[in-house]
């Protein structure tokens, strides 16, 4: 079965520089979320978007900004990194909208801001 | 807001013996809770789901939990640990009128031989 498909899966960047993360959800799924999971951490909501909408959005730093596409493929643009970004950022999907839907996760992007 | 407490950050076990991982959960509304593993350099796979229907879900590789409303409790069990068990657990709890999950601080599960 289709999965969730984040790109790239791994990132090195140097601090200032931009990012951009990249996720196509399981065909047939109208919503999206991205998480962050730092060292030793548990993921952590960042936004999530329903039908190209945004639909909640969590601890997301005012430097990064994501939106969904009409074929529901969803960008996270990161700009003015910093070291504390170097995270593992969750991707996930799931067929509807509301807290009963199960998220299905992709296999992450590893960010390593130097 | 909703959150989760998972009440133990690591647990070792002898394979072939039984696993117990525990998870409080605290939500204003009827959540709906989540096992999820993540195995090491590896994205979050679902075990399993509860969504008010049964209050005994069974999930992938054996594994079980149970929604008991009384002690706001969703514990994984599983009766025989296998030694590819060995992972990272996460127990979350989506609701109060939100999409968003909230994940809890993990349990790392040891296998030992």
């Known amino acids: 079965a289709a999965g969730v498909i984040q790109s790239p899966r791994h990132l090195i960047k140097e601090k200032r520089e931009t990012a951009t993360l990249k996720c196509y959800p399981i065909?047939?799924?109208?919503?999206v979320y991205w998480y962050q999971q730092g060292p030793g951490q548990d993921p952590q909501f960042l936004i999530s978007f329903y039908e190209k909408m945004q639909s909640d959005k969590g601890s997301i730093p005012d430097r990064f900004s994501a939106q969904q596409f009409s074929d529901y493929h969803s960008e996270l643009n990161m700009s003015s990194l910093e070291l504390g970004d170097s995270a593992l950022y969750f991707c996930?999907?799931?067929?509807?909208?509301?807290?009963?839907?199960?998220?299905?996760f992709g296999p992450g992007t590893r960010l390593l801001v130097l | 807001a909703q959150s989760v407490t998972q009440l133990d950050s690591h647990v070792s076990v002898s394979e072939g013996t039984p696993v117990l991982l525990r998870c409080n959960y605290s939500?204003?509304?009827?959540?709906?809770l989540f096992w999820y593993v993540q195995h090491p350099n590896k994205g979050l796979q679902l075990l399993l789901k509860y969504t008010s229907a049964a209050t005994l879900v069974k999930g992938i590789n054996g594994f079980e939990a149970e929604f008991k409303k009384s002690e706001t409790s969703f514990h994984l069990t599983k009766p025989s640990a296998h030694m590819s068990d060995a992972a990272e657990y996460f127990c979350?709890?989506?609701?109060?009128?939100?999409?968003?999950?909230?994940f809890g601080a993990g349990t790392r599960l040891t296998v030992k031989p």
């Open positions: 996930a999907s799931s067929p509807g909208f509301g807290y009963q839907e199960t998220q299905y």
């Open positions: 979350v709890v989506s609701g109060d009128n939100n999409n968003d999950m909230r």
């Open positions: 065909p047939r799924h109208d919503t």
């Open positions: 939500s204003s509304y009827s959540p709906s």
